[in-house]
């Protein structure tokens, strides 16, 4: 049975313990060091409790004292997964596939941001903590912001961005999942004074991550039993489309690239853009190079899941958004159930 990773607050909490009994000078700097680099990713209150507790332990009298502080209570917060989207019709989608009831209030309030907490039991028969949260608005600095004060509020393992994209007519189909192997940032440039040069950026997810998406199909795991079922509860939100029916709804499970930049695309350039930056590329959207990048920032593995609902078009319309976000967050969901291995 694999051993459960330790917390981050609980690691700095036995290592402070361990500073005020060593009597080796050469092993309370190792240990502090040690404190040092596992703190790194807690929130900043936190960080600086156990800096300064550790601390403490090198010093005595006046100096000591002013080390003093209260334990804060964000340190408490701890999600094995977060799960992040942008609009209404994702969170609703994502709501009703991990059980979450569409009136219940948030868990938690952070300057804006409401986070519902909620277990979910994986295949190995453990509990793992899942948050959710919505950003309320598309754009790449949006999700950053967002993902920072995340961040800061909880320890969290693994964070996946759900949501809908417009996919690339002829290699997928509406309803389709697309999952991540590289988020690429198509607008990075430099403007010189014979026209802009272009130096997309890429992000991909850790190898861990990489490797268990591989192995994962939502198909093997009765996916289509799932959403056919959940629909049902999507049917009852008058203001979301109900599915489509079962003889035209039976969406795919891709890897790919996914565009991001700032901009809605609804030109029908996708396959332009395909053949500019890369040839995997089967969807965009304008949240993952934000998402991606202060993931990393902060030190936590990362995962895309995006439901097609739109081809980015002139015809783009609405009608899918709900099913599509169905699509990929019950996606998700199977994932982390059935996909994901905790670090040991």
């Given at each position: 049975m694999p051993r459960k990773q330790e917390h981050s607050a609980t690691s700095c909490k036995v290592l402070v313990e361990r500073l005020k009994d060593c009597k080796s000078s050469d092993q309370r700097v190792l240990l502090l060091e040690d404190l040092l680099w596992k703190s790194r990713n807690l929130p900043p209150g936190a960080r600086w409790f156990y800096t300064a507790r550790a601390l403490k332990c090198f010093v005595d009298g006046p100096v000591a004292a002013r080390l003093d502080m209260e334990e804060p209570e964000m340190m408490t917060h701890k999600a094995d997964v977060a799960i992040l989207t942008a609009i209404p019709p994702e969170l609703i989608a994502t709501k009703i596939a991990f059980n979450i009831p569409l009136e219940i209030q948030e868990d938690e309030y952070v300057n804006g941001?409401?986070?519902?907490?909620?277990?979910?039991?994986?295949?190995?028969?453990?509990?793992?903590?899942i948050v959710l949260t919505m950003i309320g608005e598309s754009g790449n600095v949006s999700c950053a912001a967002a993902c920072d004060r995340l961040f800061?509020?909880?320890?969290?393992?693994?964070?996946?961005?759900?949501?809908?994209a417009a996919g690339l007519k002829g290699k997928v189909k509406l309803g389709d999942v697309v999952a991540a192997d590289i988020v690429l940032d198509y607008e990075n440039a430099r403007l010189e004074s014979d026209g802009?040069?272009?130096?997309?950026r890429q992000f991909s997810p850790g190898v861990q991550i990489a490797?268990?998406?591989?192995?994962?199909?939502?198909?093997?795991h009765n996916w289509y039993d799932i959403l056919r079922q959940a629909?049902?509860?999507?049917?009852?939100?008058?203001?979301?489309?109900?599915p489509p029916n079962d003889d035209f709804w039976n969406?795919?499970?891709?890897?790919?690239?996914?565009?991001?930049?700032?901009?809605?695309?609804?030109?029908?350039?996708?396959?332009?853009?395909r053949k500019e930056y890369h040839d995997r590329i089967r969807a965009a959207e304008m949240e993952g190079r934000g998402f991606a990048r202060m993931c990393e920032e902060h030190g936590v593995p990362w995962l895309v899941f995006r439901g097609i609902s739109d081809y980015?078009?002139?015809?783009?319309?609405?009608?899918?958004?709900?099913?599509?976000?169905?699509?990929?967050a019950t996606a998700a969901r199977l994932f982390i159930e059935r996909g994901y291995k905790k670090p040991i």
């Open positions: 941001l409401r986070f519902w907490e909620t277990p979910l039991t994986d295949s190995t028969g453990g509990q793992l903590d800061n509020t909880y320890d969290v393992g693994l964070c996946i961005l759900v949501g809908v802009a040069k272009k130096r997309p490797r268990d998406l591989e192995y994962f199909n939502p198909q093997q629909s049902g509860q999507l049917r009852e939100v008058t203001y979301l489309e109900a969406p795919e499970f891709v890897s790919g690239v996914i565009l991001s930049g700032e901009k809605l695309i609804a030109d029908g350039s996708l396959d332009v853009r980015g078009d002139p015809q783009i319309n609405k009608d899918w958004q709900g099913t599509s976000a169905l699509d990929a």
